[in-house]
């Protein structure tokens, strides 16, 4: 995956299986891990594109990578099964908690950049690490808040994860501007401290603002700021991949198209549509 380029690509899912399916140039998609089985029948479309050789990466978003409990080796598993069966070259998953004692939260929730809390992750990507055949990408996420015991900046905190578990980064950089912007500072200052080399492929997603703080929605199309920071980033370092994330709300094919034609335009890799 780090050596070569696939250029620009989307989140598969059933609702926008045909719109997928029919994109000429697509190398790359995405597909929640959860929602493929590890034995028996994959999703209608899902497996046209593993076999006319679309690169299909199992996105993760229940191991609870951040959790204070290790990580359950049935959901590992099914990762890893996943992954097998779609050939994946690579795997992703969070920076996040989604349980704690049992309690699920069904949201991502931001971790405090404690050295508690990177001992935390770190011991639960190497569990992960451990039964999987394939390198793992890991995505910072958006949050609304930071915790007030924070020990790290955010760049030094991912950091240290990236170098203590060899893991791959998944940028997103919707979540990059969605956290300056709520906090008031500049998004492009996180790239200056990120090891820009290390990563795998990267998010765009489009978001909105409500009672004056941007959430991160992947609902709305991707705002041109975002799109702006998507060209800073290629222009220091072009990632193999870039890949638009919609979880609902779906515009009509033509919206569709023109989001990914302005991705493409943003990082300099050729149209897919």
Partial sequence: MTSSEYGVGIGWRPEIAGFVAE??????????AESVPARGDLPPGLDELRDRGVAVVPHGVRLSLGGADPVEPERVQHLAAVADRLGAPLVSEHIAFVRAAGVEAGHLLPLPRSREAVDAVVANVRRTQAALDVPIALEPIAALFDWPDDELDEGAFLTEILDRTGALLLLDVANVYANARNRGTDPAELLDHLPLGRVAYVHVAGGAEHGGLYHDTHTDAVPRPVLD???????RHRPPAVLLERDGDYPPAAELRDELDAIA???GYPAVT
Avoid: N, T, Y
């Avoid at 994109?23 to 929640?32: H, K, N, Q, Y």
């Avoid at 920071?229 to 222009?235: G, S």
């Fill in 265 to 267: 335009k943003a990082s």
């Fill in 23 to 32: 994109l000429p140039g697509l190398r790359f998609a995405e597909v929640v």
């Fill in 229 to 235: 920071l998507l060209a800073e980033l290629c222009a």
